[in-house]
Structures are given as structure tokens and as C-alpha cells.
């Protein structure tokens, strides 16, 4: 199995009129991915759907401009500039600075798999992940982006996120990854009433059939979910009740090195506050 969102050639301009220069340029950028670092100008111009003549010359501008960098052969892959104003988002260094010392206690726990991700509309983005070699293998990546109804770290979001966001999860689609995955939407919202009830989100073979993840909400200076953490076991040999304590607590601490005042209170009152 693959990740999802394998970039494909350009459907047209964004937003269905006539396309801009930054519309171009983000569908250029936007043809890269973890499967395809390095292209040719060829292969940019077709998946982002552009003229050549087009593609050469804001790939030029890029590659001046250092969003992009050229190698020997000729290739293009994503520039070291893209990566200093990636490092100016508030919900990626600074949260990964402030959870970095709860991820590594979690890792101990287990020596599998630790993720922590934020939730971009129905996906979720891993922006730190620990890992060890002989951990039980899984298809997440930091920058990667996966369906949040089919992960730990996605339904422990979810399950905290603003109502309306909640009804579109719910609407569906749900992609089927395997045959756990949650593709029906009364069984996504008794999970996530679940969820809240208990503090933690298990995500149990939806994926991949032999992983189980176990995650819980981080809260902000709001008291907004911010963030999810996660522990990723083979499911053969674990049992989620046991690993439930220690990522409540790593997600309980986290929330607390950034503030959010629910983190603050007795566990029995912040695990219902809404």
C-alpha cells in the first residue's frame, strides 16, 4: 500500500478560472512528493499541467530564488528556502520544541513507533516522528499527510475539532484502507463520542492490518486541540489499555508546556471539559 495524495498531473487552474502566476507556481511545487524528490523539467511541466516554455522559466525563478534547487544530471527537488519559511509556521517548530521531551519519554515506552501530527482540514500532517529501526513498519513520514478518520492521531483531532468540521468527516467520503477502516459515518461519530469519553483515540489494523496506534488531543493556551500524539505497535503482542496511561500523559504534558489551562486542572475534570 501507498501513502494517499500521489501528486497527478494538473486538473486545471485552482479555483476553475483562468490560472495566475502563483497558481502555476503552487502547482509546481505541488508536483513534487515524497515518491517523486527530483524531476526533470519535463515531468514538472506535465504533472503540473504547464506549457514547457512556461515551466522552464518560473522554474528559473524559483531555482534562483532558492525554493528549488538543480543537481548535476539536471533534476530539480525542493530548495533549502522552502524549508526556513516552513520553519516560521506556528504549529511546527514551536510545537515540536515543546514536545520533543514528552515524544522521547513515549519512545522509551515502547522503542516503536511516536507520532506527532496536526489536522489540516479531514488529514492530518506528521511533523515529528521517532522511531526505532526494528519498530513495526509504518507508511507515515514527517510532512506526510494521511486521512484522519483512519489514524490514532486523526480521530483523537477530530474527535475535539469544531462541529462542523466533524459533520464533514461524518458526511464522507471515508477511503477504505483495509477491512477495519472506518468507512461508514454512524460508526465515525460513536467513535469519536468514544473518544472524548475516554481521552484516547485506538486505531486498531485501519491502515495497515498489523499496526496499532493509540493517540490522544494536545490543547493549546485556547484550550483548542492543536495537536495529537501518538504511540504505533504491532498489534500482534500489545493491548491499547496499557499504553493508554502513558499517552494521555504525554499529551496531557505537552498541553501543558503550551498553556492550555485545561492541562492545568485535576485529569478527571480536564478529560471531560469540552
Not at 14 to 30: A, H
Not at 142 to 151: E, L, M, N, Y
Not at 196 to 207: E, F, I, L
Amino acid at each position: 500500500m501507498t501513502a494517499p495524495r500521489d501528486p497527478a498531473p494538473s486538473a486545471g487552474p485552482r479555483g476553475g478560472g483562468r490560472p495566475t502566476v502563483t497558481s502555476r507556481v503552487l502547482d509546481i511545487l505541488e508536483a513534487f512528493s515524497a515518491e517523486s524528490a527530483a524531476l526533470n523539467i519535463t515531468q514538472i511541466a506535465r504533472r503540473a499541467g504547464l506549457p514547457l516554455s512556461t515551466a522552464h522559466r518560473l522554474v528559473g525563478e524559483l531555482a534562483r530564488w532558492g525554493a528549488l534547487e538543480r543537481d548535476g544530471d539536471g533534476l530539480y527537488r525542493i530548495g533549502l528556502r522552502l524549508f526556513e519559511v516552513a520553519a516560521l509556521a506556528p504549529r511546527g517548530p514551536a510545537l515540536r520544541e515543546a514536545a520533543m521531551p514528552f515524544l522521547e519519554d513515549l519512545y522509551e515506552a515502547t522503542h516503536e513507533n511516536v507520532h506527532l501530527a496536526v489536522l489540516d482540514g479531514l488529514e492530518v500532517v506528521y511533523i515529528e516522528r521517532i522511531s526505532a529501526r526494528d519498530a513495526v513498519h509504518v507508511l507515515s513520514r514527517v510532512g506526510g499527510r494521511w486521512p484522519a478518520h483512519a489514524t490514532g492521531v486523526g480521530l483523537a483531532m477530530l474527535a475535539h475539532a469544531d462541529t462542523a468540521l466533524q459533520e464533514r468527516a461524518i458526511a464522507g467520503p471515508l477511503r477504505r484502507f483495509t477491512d477495519k477502516t472506518i468507512t461508514s459515518g454512524p460508526r465515525l461519530r460513536r467513535v469519536l463520542a468514544e473518544v472524548r469519553r475516554t481521552g484516547v483515540a485506538v486505531s486498531d489494523g485501519q491502515v495497515e492490518t498489523f499496526a496499532l496506534s493509540v493517540g490522544a488531543p494536545v490543547f493549546g493556551p485556547d484550550d483548542a486541540v492543536v495537536a495529537a500524539v501518538a504511540i504505533v505497535v504491532p498489534s500482534d503482542g500489545w493491548d491499547a489499555r496499557a499504553l493508554t496511561p502513558v499517552v494521555r500523559a504525554s499529551a496531557r504534558g505537552i498541553s501543558r508546556a503550551l498553556g492550555a489551562p485545561r492541562a492545568l486542572r485535576p485529569p478527571e475534570t480536564a478529560l471531560h471539559a469540552r
